[in-house]
Structure formats: structure tokens, C-alpha cells
């Protein structure tokens, strides 16, 4: 039996975040259907969640990367029981530290003042490995995102992100199998973060990316793609 697939983007992402892994992904008899839903419409994860949870079917299998993934843990602690794998990309379990919530109401005042603007060219050493960071098949493709998500999403989502909950201590009750997949050079949810998260998860397995920042799915997309593929053709639908 096949499953639809949720694959939730990050912060100041779209569809676009995974065009490099949807086509190998579609071509698998488990997926029955790939949505990328829109995060631009509300500002905290309770609401995030509802919205999709609303229109998703009542069995899937869900994805998402850094933002993405912090949905996807309010997501199984509402619905955990529809979900039949999971897949967690570049994210973390962990809450604000005083120090990232100081840099994002700082980006929050600075979009209010119309002085962000959104990704640039100075911000991508931090998104990327820095031998992507002039690639013609990655910056494009992460500047234009951010240029379609918009100021008035961005601030939204960082609020939504600013407000999530520490979902530590939910880490153990996660019952489906599970993919935890991170950048070997990711610099915002680094290796560490992610070997102590699949570690807390029962049924989990824990991939490094090599040569790779925070954002793997355009960054590696055809390892990436492998990855999730041998991931969901081992689910039972």
C-alpha cells in the first residue's frame, strides 16, 4: 500500500527547497502523491500544524527541514499516530537559546523597517558548504526562494519559530521509523545536535551529509534523494 508524502519547507523556503529530490521520490511505488504545504500564512507552529493537518490524509509520511522540522514535532504531538515515517533534515529539537531569540527579534525589527532583505549573497556562507556559496545550481535557487516567501511571511515564520516549544522531552515517545539527516558543515543545527536527536528517537538512523551546510535537498540533492528513497521504500503502508 502507498503513502502520500508531506515534505514541509524551512524558513524562507518553497517547493523549490525540494525540486531536487521530488522526482526520484515520485517514481517510488510507497508514495502515493508528494505535497509541499504553504508555511507563509501563520505565525506560531500550533497554527502551522492545524492548517496542514486539516487538509492532510489521514496516513503519511513527513519531512521537513530545519523550520520544517520543528512543524513536523508539533505535528506528531498531535497526530503522531498518522504518521508512518518521519523524516527530519537539518532541524533541532531544541528551543531558542537567549542568543538566537536576541538575532531573530533583531531580523524582526529590521524586516518591520524594511532594512532585511531577506537572503543575500552575505548571508549565504552561512546557509551553505563554502564551495556552494557562487555555485550557479544552489544560490539562485535559495536567493529566489527567499525573494518569493517575502518580508511579511519572513515575520511571521520567525515568530512561529521564536514561539515553538522544546520538543526534547517528546523525543522518546516517537514510535515511527525515522530519518535524521544533517550537513556534515551545517553551521545553524550542527552534526552534534543531530547525532544527541537520533539518539533519543527508538527507530531512527542517523545521515551525514558530506561537504554540505544547512541546506542538503539543494546543496547534494542526489544524495539526499538516495537517502529518502531507500528510507521509504523500507515503509510498511
Given amino acids: 500500500m502507498s503513502l502520500p508524502?508531506?515534505?514541509?519547507?524551512?524558513?524562507?523556503?518553497?517547493?523549490?527547497?525540494?525540486?531536487?529530490?521530488?522526482?526520484?521520490?515520485?517514481?517510488l511505488p510507497q508514495i502515493?502523491?508528494?505535497?509541499?504545504?504553504?508555511?507563509?500564512l501563520d505565525e506560531s507552529m500550533a497554527a502551522m500544524a492545524e492548517r496542514v493537518l486539516q487538509t492532510a490524509p489521514p496516513r503519511f509520511i513527513l519531512g521537513g527541514l530545519s523550520m520544517g522540522g520543528y512543524l513536523a514535532f508539533e505535528m506528531m504531538r498531535r497526530a503522531g499516530g498518522r504518521v508512518e515515517g518521519l523524516m527530519l533534515v537539518d532541524t533541532q529539537p531544541n528551543p531558542e537559546t537567549p542568543a538566537s531569540q536576541t538575532k531573530r527579534l533583531a531580523t524582526i525589527d529590521l524586516a518591520k523597517s524594511g532594512k532585511f532583505k531577506g537572503v543575500t549573497r552575505h548571508l549565504l556562507p552561512?546557509?551553505?558548504?563554502?564551495?556552494?556559496?557562487?555555485?550557479q545550481a544552489v544560490?539562485?535557487?535559495?536567493?529566489?526562494?527567499a525573494e518569493r516567501v517575502g518580508v511579511a511571511a519572513f515575520i511571521r515564520q520567525q515568530t512561529a519559530i521564536l514561539g515553538r516549544?522544546?520538543?526534547?522531552?517528546?523525543?522518546?515517545?516517537?514510535?515511527c521509523p525515522t530519518l535524521v539527516m544533517v550537513g556534515e558543515q551545517d553551521q545553524i543545527t550542527p552534526l552534534e545536535v543531530a547525532r544527541d536527536m537520533a539518539a533519543s528517537i527508538?527507530?531512527?538512523r542517523l545521515v551525514v551529509v558530506p561537504h554540505c551546510g544547512h541546506l542538503p535537498p539543494i546543496e547534494r540533492p542526489e544524495f539526499v534523494a538516495e537517502q529518502m528513497v531507500r528510507f521509504c521504500a523500507k515503509l510498511r503502508g
Avoid: F, Y
Avoid at 508524502?5 to 517514481?27: N, T
Avoid at 544560490?139 to 526562494?145: D, E
Fill in 5 to 27: 508524502l508531506l515534505l514541509l519547507p524551512g524558513l524562507l523556503c518553497d517547493r523549490a527547497l525540494w525540486q531536487g529530490v521530488i522526482p526520484s521520490l515520485q517514481s
Fill in 32 to 40: 502515493d502523491g508528494i505535497t509541499v504545504p504553504d508555511l507563509t
Fill in 126 to 135: 552561512s546557509l551553505v558548504h563554502p564551495s556552494r556559496v557562487d555555485d
Fill in 139 to 145: 544560490a539562485p535557487i535559495v536567493l529566489a526562494m
Fill in 165 to 175: 516549544a522544546d520538543s526534547r522531552p517528546t523525543l522518546a515517545e516517537i514510535a
Fill in 202 to 204: 527508538a527507530d531512527s
